[in-house]
């Protein structure tokens, strides 16, 4: 069993930056593919980011791009999403998601097998 602990979220003005963490438990994080999605209100949760196992691999929502980084130190047992650029519409409740899979596709294809309780991200305009 895995828990994950999102941490890192806030009100940020548009165009500013939040890092968002998540700690995992476990002595098996380095095998794990991780991942984050946001659901905003009245929207289904979406897709945003996810790592490989070893970091080596990333995979990004077209709307975050260049915008937003995904991390891991395995090391620490933890991910991270570094963004920038905010913008309203990144509002939302962002959950961190991981795979016994270690690859991407697991993430990005209803192969989670955890999930975190969510971080709160508002963003003014």
């Known amino acids: 069993q895995v828990q994950l602990v999102e941490s890192g979220g806030g009100l940020v003005q548009a165009g500013g930056s939040l890092r968002l963490s998540c700690a995992a438990s476990?002595?098996?994080?380095?095998?794990?593919?991780m991942g984050w999605f946001r659901q905003a209100p009245g929207k289904e949760r979406e897709f945003v980011a996810a790592i490989n196992w070893s970091g080596w691999s990333t995979s990004y929502e077209d709307s975050v791009k260049g915008r937003f980084t995904i991390s891991r130190n395995n090391a620490k047992n933890t991910v991270y999403l570094q963004m920038n650029s905010l913008k309203p519409e990144d509002a939302a409740v962002y959950y961190c998601?991981?795979?016994?899979?270690?690859?991407?596709?697991?993430?990005?294809?209803?192969?989670?097998?955890?999930w975190g309780k969510g971080t709160l991200v508002t963003v003014s305009s």
């Open positions: 476990g002595r098996t994080f380095s095998s794990y593919a």
């Open positions: 998601a991981a795979a016994n899979s270690g690859e991407i596709t697991a993430i990005m294809k209803n192969g989670v097998d955890y």
